[in-house]
């Protein structure tokens, strides 16, 4: 399993959503569900549009941890849900695959996905938890409270948080950069 990277240049995140949108509408909402819940891809790709559609929050039993989790919708994202909903059955998976008969993607094929994007962009190291990464890295930088993000990640220890979105790694080569004798 390759390591994988958040997205920490904000004008970089920008552009692929924007270059998603589009390009690609249902990878654009894989995308959106990725860096604004915070959800495992494997979680994400179980949705239907019913399980969002008219909901005030995303509700969910996480499938790693078994663990419930209400997540309030983030206005972005629920605006485009909304603009993604129109032409879609209530059944149908919301990341739906072109094969088989209403079938989310595969893992495999997110991967490739977010691989593809990364690649389009020059960002190394990415892949499906870099969405989940991103999420936490921007939070963390945001409000540096790593408490309440290793809650939402369900994590057991802060460091343990802190190097799943690379913050630990930063510091490890900001020390390498600024470390001298004289």
């Known amino acids: 399993m390759n390591y994988v990277e958040p997205i920490r240049d ?12 589009e390009r690609n509408e249902r990878n654009y909402i894989l995308f ?7 959800l495992r891809v494997s979680d994400i790709l179980r949705f239907r549009i019913r399980d ?13 941890t078994n663990k419930r989790k209400s997540i309030p919708f983030n206005p972005i994202l629920k ?3 909304e603009a993604y909903y129109p032409g ?9 695959s072109r094969q088989g008969y209403n079938q989310p993607i595969s893992r495999q094929m997110a991967y490739v996905i977010l ?62 950069r600024n470390f001298k004798y004289f």
Request: charged fraction near 25%.
């Open 32 to 38: 959106l569900m990725g860096i604004y819940t915070g």
């Open 115 to 176: 691989s593809d994007l990364g690649e389009s962009f020059g960002v190394e190291g990415l892949g499906t938890h870099s969405m989940r990464k991103t999420f936490g890295y921007h939070y963390y930088q945001k409000t540096k409270d790593v408490a309440l993000l290793q809650t939402i990640f369900n994590h057991s220890t802060p460091g343990t948080t802190l190097r799943y979105i690379g913050i630990a790694q930063d510091d490890i080569d900001k020390a390498y």
């Open 10 to 21: 904000l004008d970089v995140l920008e552009s692929m959503c924007r270059y998603l949108k």
């Open 88 to 96: 879609k059955e209530l059944n149908d998976y919301l990341i739906k």
């Open 79 to 81: 605006k485009a849900l």
């Open 52 to 64: 969002l559609k008219g909901k005030q929050e995303i509700r969910i039993r996480e499938g790693k």
